[in-house]
């Protein structure tokens, strides 16, 4: 199983960047992805996933309204896609896979228990 994060790099607030997530060695059509980051000195923070389908997101408090997660099956890939970034937004971000969330099921938060294979991340830098 691989997942391979990429698309991070230092940007100035306010500006945009759209992570990858490409996924190899499982059966990509059958696994929520879900994208974690975590700073340093602070907890891995769930902040959006994506069902099977890609009928079902879901998008922490900290980043609903400004990124948006989307997934082409055909091409085993996952995108972030993040606007109007934040110094706040700076840390090392991951994609994840995962059977637990699916269509029609809501989640209040992503635990990392969920989530069985991760990927080495992406940095991402938001400064000016």
């Known amino acids: 199983v691989q997942l391979q994060a990429s698309g991070g790099g230092l940007v100035r607030p306010g500006r945009s960047l759209r992570l990858s997530c490409a996924a190899s060695g499982f059966i990509f059509d059958n696994y929520a992805i879900g994208w974690f980051r975590q700073a340093p000195g602070k907890e891995r923070e769930g902040i959006s996933c994506?069902?099977?389908?890609?009928?079902?997101?879901y998008y922490s408090d900290s980043v609903k309204g400004r990124f948006t997660i989307s997934r082409d099956n055909a091409k085993k890939t996952v995108y972030l896609q993040m606007n109007s970034l934040k110094p706040e937004d700076t840390a090392r971000y991951y994609c994840a896979n995962s059977l637990y969330f699916r269509d029609g099921i809501t989640i209040a938060t992503m635990s990392h228990l969920d989530y069985s294979s991760w990927g080495s991340g992406t940095q991402v830098t938001v400064s000016s």
């Open positions: 994506i069902s099977s389908s890609g009928g079902n997101t």
